[in-house]
């Protein structure tokens, strides 16, 4: 094995922060180095300097023994260094061809491009290292797993040895984690080094060689992933113990808060993509819903909120019919959404945290007398919210913009649990978020349901079901498949729901996986 | 479910079925029922004064049995959408369109004769300027720079053509004036809108307002006091084409023409091969739906905007050198008249691509020169009306029949690094 890259004592900081602190890295030949830490550790800006979208204060950076100067993303691609973005930098109205080559564009007589030439060389290297996807496909038309291959070729068309994975797994399903865990291992065989931020510690043991955790701009440690376990990694992260349990007591199922019979819902695009869903949430319990993304949840969660008009069936709360009923009103019976597009729907990003902390009671006494909003009622209630919640924020009077992903969602939950509530929709509460921000909203939810709240949870991480649901309720193409008791769910079960298999099957299958692992070890 | 599958049909297919019978009720009742079965309208298919073009016998139609069919042709539609259900909606309305504007132009020409060539002709004339400042849309928004200050530039590079081309005597020397300044106005836009991330619209509509001003008072202050030696240019003579000019019909329209509007057909190709065949225009597209990705990748976005702005004021430079050299030889205070934001509907129209900017300007000449054909027929509609017809298709257009346009996805937005 020989050092492909080491970077020695970056440091980076922007007005008020010090983003980087005097970071020293070493990547070895084939091997997968995970870079472990919280949103705002650091991670993205060290490997945004590497990658020449920024310029490090101090620092030197050394590829394969020489110094070198990346001043643009151009000298990162000469000296091999490729980018998978963690919001993927693909243009969706162009094929996948196209997205490839734009930059290093291919062409004939000098001046038109050869879209056939570097679609062959996209087969080539499709086959290569085992990246399944069709050249002449739109962006738009492929799923996120697709697009995040392309996102690869695109890198390895530019012939790069070193490949930075910028939190590839935030938007995949398990299966497409799966898919690009095989890939990453082809990669390394064939000779390919890989950086591999992350927050989420059950994938970095899975498949990291190296582990360099990061804290606040600075190196906490590199350990070995043999050499920790989950706890360990986590209290390296965060500074502190962290519990990767939920603890809970049993359910005490009351009344009906939610009754769902029947219902289908169309898309914007008014394909029915609910189809015939019932199901019902007690006072005291969480009902999880798993699936896939984009298997009908969102117009589910939608509806049930008012922001969709429903094509038929029935949604009872609290006894009450929701027919096309306004989300305010909605807002009134006892609902409370944490949606699942927190800065498109959760949030006014440009308006202070105080005044998104009333966005659904901003009209009512004390806030309001009459016409007249009372601002001093409203930014003492942000204050005393901002303090309970654990909101991290220099003011109250600061943009909803400027903080993190996890303050923006514990200023959504600190709005929504405020009022009195029955009915909790909590659409991927923690999607994005680091383990201290996601072991806080749990808890949150916990608290709620032991206080007698009836708790519907949207999310696409079987993890964060299995951890918090009481009964788990499996979407498949607009449909619920099944619905289980927690107790009774094993993972590899829903995974094969989620897939789409016959329950009864599903549960032949999932008898035979265990057995088969049971075996091997 | 029952419920669910009648409602759509209700609304997909039996009442656009309904409107396309009444469309083709309303072309009957407004053109064939006053008309007498004998009169006969007669269709000029030769070109008038001198031309190369081999002469073909005109076309004379009986208005009434023709309106007849135009009508049944809506109602035979009407009735095909409720059986069968039409997918292009666009089509079924464009042709309805054409048999209202077909049957209205029988009737107009009831008793009387009609150069249809000379019409045609003279919609592509009249197309040209829009085309041009369609153009110059395109290749700007293209790259996510919104210019609304066309109309500026068309009028500046008209004003600056037709000094050039008195004082020089070379309309050549002009035509390149006229371009260069354009491209100067178009670099003035894209320095205040990509460098200084002013606010597009406010840029330009402060270009318009500046360019009204400064040409209105550059014309009353000089050029009316000195007609002969500033305001006086002449007008580029008109080519005709080799053997391609013969051909009946197509000839005359399309291949005796003056150079501008020759340009402006071959920019229109050479546009499109740029925007989707070379690295170029791939370059382009993703900086205006995607400037980060491109940026990831080594794109100079900034140069990418900068180049398009430039030579989209050159284009539209070349479309105000039309006004004057082009057309009448000498300049008018606002003598464009808006075409810069026609040009711009033309460009949404045609969902910003060349060819569907050039479709769209051709409609809109079409209805600006059929306004001044109608006018010289005599018919009984007031002219105020007439003069109204392209702005009315505009609006039409524009609120109707786009619909949802496909704008690039960064249109307008600054882009910041980091």
């Excluded at chain 1, 570097?118 to 990246?131: C, D, F, N, P, T």
């Excluded at chain 1, 990767?244 to 939610?258: R, Y």
């Excluded at chain 1, 309001?368 to 924020?393: H, S, W």
């Excluded at chain 1, 949870?457 to 788990?472: F, Q, T």
Aim: proline share 4%; hydrophobic share 50%; glycine share 10%.
């Amino acid at each position: 094995m020989s050092t492909v890259l080491e970077l020695q004592g970056i440091t980076k900081s922007f007005p008020g922060v010090l983003a980087n602190d005097h970071i020293d890295l070493t990547l070895e030949q084939g091997e997968v180095h995970a870079l472990l830490g919280e949103n705002g550790a650091g991670k993205t800006t060290l490997m945004n300097i590497l990658y020449g979208l920024y310029k490090p204060d101090e620092g030197k950076i050394k590829i394969k023994g020489n110094e070198v100067e990346i001043h643009s993303p151009n000298d990162a691609i000469r000296q091999g260094i490729g980018m998978v973005h963690q919001h993927f930098m693909l243009v969706p109205v162009m094929t996948v061809t196209e997205n490839v080559m734009l930059g290093v564009e291919t062409t004939r007589a000098g001046v038109f491009l050869d879209r056939a030439a570097v679609a062959r060389k996209i087969r080539e290297i499709s086959e290569r290292y085992g990246l399944e996807v069709d050249p002449d496909a739109y962006i738009k038309d492929l799923p996120v797993g697709a697009q995040q291959r392309v996102e690869i070729i695109k890198v390895l068309y530019r012939e790069a040895d070193i490949l930075i994975l910028d939190e590839p797994t935030a938007v995949l399903t398990p299966q497409e984690v799966e898919g690009l865990f095989k890939i990453i291992k082809t990669l390394v065989e064939k000779g390919k080094s890989l950086i591999f931020i992350t927050h989420k510690l059950k994938e970095v043991l899975a498949i990291a060689d190296r582990i360099t955790v990061l804290r606040g701009g600075r190196v906490v440690g590199t350990v070995k992933p043999q050499e920790v376990t989950q706890e360990k990694l986590a209290s390296m992260m965060v500074g502190r113990e962290v519990s990767l349990v939920v603890k809970k007591q049993p359910a005490n199922p009351g009344e009906v808060v939610l009754e769902v019979k029947d219902l289908h819902v169309r898309d914007e695009r008014h394909n029915l993509t609910v189809r015939g869903v019932s199901f019902e949430v007690r006072a005291g319990e969480v009902l999880g819903i798993a699936g896939v993304q984009g298997n009908g949840q969102t117009e589910l969660v939608y509806a049930l909120t008012g922001l969709t008009p429903i094509v038929s069936g029935e949604i009872k709360i609290a006894g009450q019919t929701i027919h096309n009923t306004a989300p305010r009103q909605i807002l009134e019976r006892g609902v409370a959404h944490i949606p699942e597009d927190r800065q498109r729907h959760g949030l006014v990003l440009p308006f202070p945290i105080h005044d998104n902390m009333v966005l659904c009671t901003y009209y009512l006494p004390p806030f309001a007398n009459g016409m007249v909003l009372q601002e001093k009622v409203i930014a003492e209630n942000a204050a005393r919210l901002a303090e309970e919640f654990d909101v991290r924020t220099p003011s109250v009077f600061v943009p909803a913009s400027s903080l993190s992903g996890g303050n923006q969602q514990k200023v959504i939950v600190a709005r929504e649990f405020s009022r009195p509530i029955k009915l909790l929709i909590a659409s991927q509460p923690t999607r994005g978020l680091d383990v201290g921000s996601i072991e806080y909203i749990h808890s949150r939810i916990i608290q709620k349901r032991s206080e007698g709240t009836g708790v519907l949870l949207v999310s696409s991480e079987l993890d964060e079901i299995m951890a918090l649901s009481d009964r788990i309720a499996v979407m498949y193409k607009g449909q619920i498949v099944a619905i289980v008791p927690a107790s009774k769910a094993s993972k590899e079960y829903l995974g094969l729901l989620m897939a789409g298999i016959h329950p009864d099957e599903a549960a032949e299958k999932a008898v035979e996986a265990t057995e088969e692992v049971e075996r091997v070890f | 479910m029952a419920m669910t599958s009648a409602r759509p049909f209700i609304k997909s297919r039996l009442l656009p079925g309904l409107l396309l019978f009444l469309a083709g009720a309303v072309i009957y009742l407004l053109f064939g029922s006053g008309v007498d079965w004998s009169q006969q309208a007669t269709f000029g298919l030769n070109p008038t004064g001198r031309t190369e073009a081999l002469v073909i016998p005109d076309l004379t139609l009986p208005v009434k049995a023709s309106v007849v069919v135009l009508s049944l042709v809506a109602v035979f539609l009407g009735a095909w959408q409720m059986a069968r259900g039409i997918r292009s909606s666009g089509l079924a309305v464009g042709l309805v369109a054409f048999a209202f504007v077909a049957a209205f132009l029988l009737w107009a020409t009831k008793d009387n004769s009609f150069s249809l060539v000379g019409m045609l002709s003279s919609s592509l004339v009249r197309a040209t300027p829009i085309a041009l400042a369609a153009l110059c849309g395109v290749i700007s928004e293209r790259a996510a720079v919104v210019n609304i200050g066309i109309e500026g530039i068309l009028l500046i590079s008209a004003q600056t053509a037709v000094i050039v081309g008195t004082k020089s005597g070379n309309l050549y020397v002009a035509l390149i004036a006229a371009i260069l300044v354009g491209g100067l106005v178009g670099a003035f836009h894209a320095l205040m809108a990509v460098k200084f991330k002013v606010d597009q619209i406010v840029s330009g509509v402060a270009i318009n307002i500046f360019a009204v001003g400064a040409t209105s008072f550059v014309s009353s202050r000089f050029l009316e006091k000195d007609i002969n030696g500033l305001n006086n240019s002449g007008t580029f003579p008109t080519i005709s084409v080799p053997l391609l000019s013969k051909i009946p019909v197509l000839g005359p329209v399309l291949f005796e023409n003056n150079i501008i509007v020759f340009l402006m057909m071959i920019l229109v190709v050479v546009l499109h091969v740029v925007l989707f065949y070379t690295p170029w225009g791939l370059r382009t597209r993703a900086v205006g739906e995607h400037p980060k990705a491109a940026d990831t990748l080594g794109v100079n976005v900034f140069l990418t905007r900068y180049v398009n702005v430039i030579l989209g004021g050159m284009i539209a430079g070349l479309g105000g050198a039309y006004f004057t050299i082009g057309a009448v030889g000498r300049f008018d205070e606002v003598m464009t008249a808006g075409k810069g934001f026609i040009g711009l509907a033309a460009m949404i129209f045609g969902k910003w691509t060349p060819f569907g900017a050039f479709a769209a300007s051709l409609l809109f000449g079409f209805a600006d020169s059929l306004q001044v054909k109608l006018q010289i027929l005599g018919i009984p509609i007031p002219s105020e009306f007439l003069l109204m017809a392209p702005y009315i298709v505009t609006m039409v257009v524009l609120a109707g029949v786009v619909g949802s346009a496909m704008a690039p996805a960064a249109d307008g937005v600054p882009y910041e690094k980091n």
